[in-house]
């Protein structure tokens, strides 16, 4: 080897390239970068565990619930039980059926239409209330799956225009000159692809949860209107 190359070669500094480096050495933007895409794995990883606890939660009271209302048990009681404990998810519909229910039937409404209507718009709102607790914060999990990965991308391109810049600078194109600038980039793009990738995993699993736990919702929302109206109507001929 030519003893000027290998002098080259000897004097060439050594590139740091842990992860720690690569932070701290990073360009102010790259850096940014990435200390929001890891604040947004961090959020996103809350948000999977917390809903994942919850949905759990709410599943177990909703099939507490339906074998407590299958069981034969009056309405009466079941909704003095509920009243005093609020329970998610189906219990939540059914108390403020109930509560409709019984306003009108203190008040001695003698409109069956009109109190049939009044029930189903009192289900409507307590199911959209239900639906917007179980999916929200879920849009967040999309939009980091989504946008993630571009921000990161933004990251890597600067990156390699900071390697582009430095080639200029030194007027070489040693590896030692660009590898720190571009593992920056490259680094940049891995964090964006850990905050999107168990976000888009997560948003799919859990919307498909709740949209199967808002259709329970609205199962049962038919099932007890029909069972208030076949009350109303033996009331009306009485």
Not at 126 to 132: G, K, W
Not at 142 to 160: D, E, H, K, M, Y
């Amino acid at each position: 080897m030519d003893p000027t190359v290998a002098g080259t070669v000897a004097a060439a500094p050594h590139a740091d390239l842990s992860i720690w480096a690569l932070f701290w050495q990073a360009d102010i933007v790259v850096k940014s970068v990435m200390v929001g895409l890891l604040a947004a794995s961090v959020w996103c990883w809350a948000i999977i565990v917390d809903k994942s606890m919850l949905f759990g939660r709410v599943k177990s009271e909703m099939n507490r619930f339906e074998r407590v209302f299958w069981s034969g048990q009056s309405l009466e009681e079941l909704y003095q039980q509920m009243s005093e404990r609020p329970s998610p998810g189906l219990g939540n519909i059914f108390v403020a059926a109930m509560k409709e229910w019984k306003r009108s039937h203190e008040q001695n409404a003698s409109s069956f239409i009109g109190v049939q209507g009044r029930l189903e718009k009192v289900l409507d709102v307590a199911i959209a209330r239900e639906s917007e607790a179980l999916e929200k914060q879920l849009s967040f999990l999309a939009t980091i799956g989504s946008a993630a990965p571009f921000i990161g991308l933004f990251g890597t391109v600067w990156g390699i225009m900071n390697a582009f810049t430095a080639i200029s600078a030194a007027a070489s194109t040693n590896l030692s000159v660009v590898a720190g600038p571009i593992a920056e980039a490259l680094f940049a793009t891995a964090i964006g692809l850990v905050a999107a990738i168990p976000a888009v995993i997560a948003y799919n699993k859990l919307s498909g949860d709740a949209n199967k736990m808002i259709g329970r919702l609205e199962g049962f929302a038919d099932e007890f209107s029909t069972i208030l109206s076949r009350q109303l109507e033996a009331r009306g001929q009485r």
